[in-house]
């Protein structure tokens, strides 16, 4: 997030939701949201595919054909500025590449918007109209937006509509992407990505890769690796032959999961390091039993980017080890000694290569925690980005076409599936079908349907159906629901006895991102 | 500015500031049922309730504006009495069951009756059952413990913004409940459990903590949840090595995400810690089944084939999938294993999924 997650209940009199369920996937900040709007009269924008729980409570929502975000997005900005209402100020000051955008946006007139995502032009006007007047207006996204082909595009699109308005570095504005996961913020800020070192320090830029080879005391590689999708591919060519998987379960997480079974059993070395004997770890050559957040020492990073302690409450599960041991004790093994005495060691060695963490010490994430970035030790931490300038200097418009989704529906696949996660589950369920009262409480996975098309095919409510796409089928009950449009249906992917994944697009990519297109891919519901 | 005098001592507090808070800052310790500083004022227990010099009623000190020159005793006799009869009248409704309840230990109401020596009720009478024997499994309705302060009420609405509960019915027959009394899985409830934090007697308690332990024999360990990039802190509740259960820290200083509030799997979601499957030891494929190992073994075996596969086929034939669920020194180690010990760089893990 540029901005931090309480302003979202204290400062921002506008809220533009797109792509995120909040109140299922980040419940407290969803509360925010609500306390807000209720309390101090904020405006709520909702657009997503299904009818929400915050669209209830929406000053306009629009219920978008999945998948035309940008068209939906452009449409908004093109009322902006027929209208008038950019911030002319903000963008000759703080950005370049405004007459670009504005030329593509030209023809993307609400009307001409209108049949493109099903949303009324009048409701594109409203929600433009609302957001761009707002004296602080905030945008959060979530996965709803960035799990398509045209994920980056999507991105991109709204931060030109923050830009267009001048909503950033200002408390309660922002482009807020609201992270799915504990730590999915620090796992990329500490360098779990293909293409950089911590703090995103560019792996093939010579001079950092000097500054590392110098800390590590060993010469790097200065090629890009490969994504995680990508490994997978890889791994299923054969050019791939090892995979160590450390706490993910890609046999319940990754698209078309008979392609991940393939590629995975087609390697000669799969180690697995988890706290159950995973859906992945199941087939792996060797699994080393790690530790839960209860059982370690440490720091999570969420997604405004705070970093905070993780404290060990009890003694680790039979023989199983805290995981930074289990890395140390291989590496150890492999001719490359580690050997650190605590988990605050690892983090003063990292800060000294990680500009945005260089101020941080344990000592001083007592209570509140900090804010990156936090360049040295008397810095009081960032909550709020892009005050002064851009890390480019110039914050950089992108002029963005409307491209379709990469799988359409057609007369064998007829309906657009997207899927998600239930307030009641986590990820690929690993943690909460094992918590007993989350899993008691819903057990099972459903496909959400919408009535008329439930009549159509003479699916009842709670029926056991088939949900077919190119890649396989799976059976599960049908949840006959009027949240959703009649061509659109939706399902969980946290249940592997009825995988989501089972059914989703792995030759789908984000061009840039390499992200899988989740939120839309064809397929029919059979009777059985 | 408003100057008054409280208990002997004189004081100065802003203008608008409750008695409540004047009392605060003089150092009085008042006893508050449904006072929550985070929630609308009721001013319905009439626990805080002080004497004013020259005023002929008892002030309730939560809803009653300071006021230049005012005198106020909070212990004098008539106070002491009030809240005396206050409590007896509270227990005539109030199911007595301290030695099984889950909130002994944290009961306001237990503490306030030792504090003025109230021992039963002389309020005998019928009372109406109105245990509500709710399916869900995670939040235990006892109302027979009820004492109508209305905090979960408020919590639910202000805090969480579900409006799942509300007050039914007046009086004596007044009780907490859902649209037409029914399960709160039919109600708007989502399960977050901010009215079991806020309950301050054992009406509202964790299902998934019961007869686990105590409050009073538990260590608390303060933490970052484990689920969602919202990053909540709460207490970890630890006995015998195990963990028994959750419970909010409402103080931002040390809560400053989400100030107590929480989620349904970050109160209720955190036994999988402790589960029967968890792995205890390293596993290594035998003759294509997974057998118990050694870590010696499984590390010496793990080690051996890596070096094998990059002698072979070169390092950027092993790729690692990191954790965004393990911490931030985890993944550096993760990553630095990879690309100084390994010599790849192909280390992802599913932010993308």
Redesign the interface.
């Known amino acids: 997030m540029t901005n931090s ?2 302003e979202l209940q204290n400062d921002a009199t506008a809220i533009f939701l797109i792509g995120t369920n909040t ?1 299922e ?7 925010k949201i ?2 807000n709007v ?2 101090n009269g904020a405006k709520l924008i909702v657009a997503d595919p299904r009818r929400i729980d915050l669209a209830e409570m929406a000053d306009v929502y629009m219920q978008f054909r999945p998948g035309t975000d940008v068209a939906l997005i452009n449409g908004m900005m093109n009322v902006i500025i027929s209208e008038g209402l950019l911030d002319k100020d903000f963008i000759e000051n703080r950005t370049e590449g405004f007459a670009e955008v504005a030329k593509v946006l030209e023809k993307y007139t609400p009307e001409y918007v209108e049949p493109i995502t099903g949303v009324p032009a009048e409701d594109i006007r409203k929600a433009a109209r609302i957001y761009a007047s707002a004296e602080r207006g905030s945008i959060c996204y979530a996965m709803g937006l ?2 398509h082909s045209t994920g980056t595009d999507n991105v991109k699109s709204v931060c030109n509509l923050a830009l267009l308005t001048g909503n950033l570095g200002k408390p309660g504005t922002g482009v807020n992407p ?18 950089s ?2 703090a995103y320090q560019q ?1 093939t830029n010579p001079e950092v890769r000097e500054k ?1 080879e110098k800390a ?3 010469k ?2 200065p ?7 990508a ?1 997978i591919n ?2 299923h060519h054969g ?10 379960n ?1 046999m319940v ?2 698209p078309d999961l008979q392609h991940v079974e393939e590629a995975l059993d087609n390697l ?2 799969l ?1 697995v390091q ?4 995973t859906e992945t ?2 087939r ?7 530790v ?5 020492e ?7 980017r ?10 680790p ?5 805290p ?2 041991q ?6 150890n ?4 000694p ?1 050997n650190y005495s605590s ?1 605050e060691e ?2 003063n ?2 800060r000294t290569v990680t500009p945005s963490y260089a101020g941080i010490t344990y000592e001083r994430l007592e ?3 900090l804010h990156w970035p936090c360049p040295t030790e008397e810095h009081p931490g960032t909550p709020i980005l892009h005050k002064e300038k851009f890390n480019r200097g110039l914050g950089l418009f992108h002029a963005i076409e409307f491209k379709e989704p990469a799988e359409l529906p057609d007369e064998e696949y007829p309906l657009i599936l997207s899927t998600g996660r239930s ?2 589950h ?1 990820h690929t369920g ?3 079908r ?5 899993d ?2 819903q057990p099972d996975n459903e496909i959400q349907v919408n009535p008329v098309t439930a009549d159509k095919l003479s699916v009842a409510d709670g029926e056991t159906v088939r949900v077919v796409t190119r890649r396989g089928s799976i059976e599960l009950k049908a949840r006959v629901t009027d949240i959703l449009e009649e061509n659109v249906i939706f399902t969980f992917f946290h249940f592997s006895e009825a995988a989501a994944n089972r059914l989703t697009n792995a030759a789908a990519l984000d061009p840039v ?4 297109e ?1 939120k839309v891919c064809a397929a029919r519901i059979e009777k059985i | 500015m408003i100057n008054l005098t409280i208990d002997g001592k004189e004081i100065q507090v802003a203008k608008g500031s409750m008695l409540l808070d004047a009392c605060k800052i003089a150092g009085a310790d008042l006893p508050t049922l449904c006072y929550d500083p985070e929630l609308r004022l009721a001013g319905s227990c009439r626990m805080c309730v002080v004497e004013a010099k020259g005023r002929s009623n008892l002030l309730a000190a939560c809803v009653t504006p300071a006021e230049n020159g005012m005198v106020i005793e909070t212990e004098s006799p008539d106070v002491v009495e009030t809240r005396k009869i206050i409590l007896e009248l509270l227990l005539a409704r109030h199911k007595l069951e301290c030695h099984t309840c889950e909130s002994d230990g944290i009961c306001k109401l237990q503490d306030y009756c030792y504090r003025y020596g109230v021992k039963d009720s002389r309020f005998q009478g019928e009372g109406p059952d109105i245990y509500k024997d709710d399916p869900n499994p995670f939040i235990e309705r006892d109302y027979n413990k009820c004492i109508m302060c209305t905090r979960c009420v408020r919590a639910c609405e202000e805090i969480t913004g579900a409006r799942a509960i509300n007050v039914e019915d007046r009086g004596h027959h007044a009780v907490i409940s859902t649209a037409f009394n029914g399960n709160l899985a039919d109600s708007p409830c989502v399960f977050c459990g901010q009215c079991v934090m806020v309950c301050p007697v054992g009406a509202l308690t964790s299902k998934v903590s019961a007869r686990k332990g105590k409050s009073y024999q538990v260590d608390k360990v303060l933490t970052t949840c484990t689920y969602c990039g919202t990053g909540c802190t709460f207490e970890l509740n630890v006995k015998d090595d195990q963990i028994v259960g959750v419970t909010s820290v409402r103080d931002e200083n040390w809560s400053p995400v989400n100030r107590g509030a929480l989620c349904v799997k970050g109160r209720f979601g955190w036994d999988f810690v402790t589960s029967s499957d968890r792995l205890t030891t390293p596993l290594i494929r035998e003759n294509g089944e997974l057998r118990p190992a050694s870590w010696d073994e499984a590390l010496d075996f793990a080690a051996g084939k890596i070096k094998e596969i990059k002698d072979k086929y070169g390092s950027d034939a092993m790729a690692m999938f990191s954790s965004a669920r393990a911490t931030n020194e985890e993944n550096y180690l993760a990553q630095k294993l990879m690309r100084a010990v390994i010599g790849t760089n192909n280390v992802d893990h599913c932010a993308r999924l």
Request: proline share 5%; aromatic share 10%.
């Open positions: 997650i309480n109140t996937n980040h419940p407290v900040i969803g509360y609500k306390s209720r309390k960035t799990q609201l992270r799915g996961q504990n730590n999915v913020q620090g796992a990329c800020d500490m360098g779990a990505l293909p293409v070192y911590p792996v590392f590590w005391g060993v790097l590689s090629n890009n690796g490969v994504t995680l999708t490994a890889k791994a050019e791939l032959k090892g995979i160590f998987v450390f706490g993910e890609p997480s990754d000669e070395l180690i988890d706290i159950f004997l770890a199941q792996a050559d060797v699994v080393f039993p790690g839960t957040f209860a059982e370690k440490g720091t999570f990073s969420n997604t405004e705070r970093v905070q302690r993780v404290r060990q409450a009890i003694t599960r039979g023989d199983a080890r995981d930074w289990i890395l140390c004790e291989l590496s093994r492999l001719g490359y580690m988990p690892i983090f060695e990292m209570g509140k925690g307030l009641f986590y690993t943690m909460t094992r918590a007993e009262a989350l008691t409480h991102a390499g992200i899988p989740y």
